[in-house]
């Protein structure tokens, strides 16, 4: 699977060759380089990174100098790569764009993870992943620190507003469940207001998800709670307001944001060009 990403990511980005670099280099001329961090991250990506040189060329010689989940500091370098200039060029943008993505996802991650701790709260990324990329979002979510939820839709039973409305309620969406699923998986139920939680409730779902409530409306539906089922908050959740919604402790808060709109971490590549 990730062997199919890179080779997609490459193709996309190469089409039929570098009409630039190889009109400016021979096949002979060679280069050498670093990567390193223009600003403070979470180092994610490299191998990621290294199999997309690789795949343009197997001559090129990669050497990771920091691993995945270091923290690397503005200006430090973090891979050294030498070969073919027209090769290294070819990678360039594909492998970058890998890195600064996972770095920039492992980066939040870290910083959810540390506020999550603080409070007793597990921090968890969704399924709100780029299309094609979901194993290295969430490889890079568990770099950081924090957690993964459902991978595919097949990992868990998960009830949500269209599944509620289109069976007629939650307590025969749970019913359908339980007679068609069996007694093992844990059923979680999305919900979106008191009466809904208490629904859930008399359904015995193991997991309750309150969805785009209020830190003031979570305190409220959490009596109701009263330690019957899992809670886990999601929705509108981000790291500005991470810490408000931890205060209210639930067991888990699962966070979009990790992965559907994380800014890139900036990393570029120096080359050094020995021309014959």
Do not use: W
Not at 26 to 37: L, N, P, Q, R, T
Not at 168 to 191: C, D, F, L
């Amino acid at each position: 699977m990730i062997d199919k990403i890179i080779r997609l990511a490459v193709e996309e980005d190469l089409g039929a060759g570098d009409i630039t670099s190889e009109n400016i280099f021979a096949a002979s001329d060679k280069a050498d380089g670093y990567i390193y961090a223009k600003e403070d991250l979470v180092l994610c990506g490299v191998n990621v990174a290294r199999d997309a040189f690789l795949y343009v060329d197997p001559a090129v010689k990669f050497k990771a100098l920091k691993k995945d989940g270091s923290f690397i500091k503005k200006g430090e370098k973090v891979i050294t790569l030498s070969g073919p200039a027209v090769s290294i060029l070819a990678a360039e943008r594909t492998a970058l764009n890998f890195l600064q993505r996972m770095s920039g996802i492992a980066t939040g991650a870290k910083e959810a993870a540390a506020i999550g701790k603080k409070y007793g709260v597990m921090i968890t990324d969704t399924r709100k992943s780029l299309p094609g990329m979901r194993k290295l979002d969430k490889y890079a979510v568990r770099t950081g620190g924090a957690r993964n939820h459902r991978m595919t839709l097949s990992d868990a039973v998960l009830i949500k507003d269209n599944h509620i409305a289109a069976a007629g309620g939650i307590k025969n969406a749970v019913a359908k469940i339980k007679a068609r699923v069996g007694h093992t998986p844990k059923i979680e139920v999305e919900v979106k207001n008191l009466k809904e939680v208490k629904e859930a409730l008399a359904c015995k779902a193991d997991i309750i998800m309150f969805d785009n409530m209020s830190p003031a409306q979570i305190l409220e539906c959490k009596k109701a709670v009263a330690g019957r089922a899992l809670i886990e908050v999601s929705g509108g959740i981000n790291l500005k307001n991470l810490e408000e919604f931890c205060r209210t402790k639930p067991g888990v808060i699962s966070m979009g944001s990790l992965t559907h709109s994380v800014p890139a971490k900036d990393l570029s590549l120096i080359i050094n060009f020995k021309k014959k």
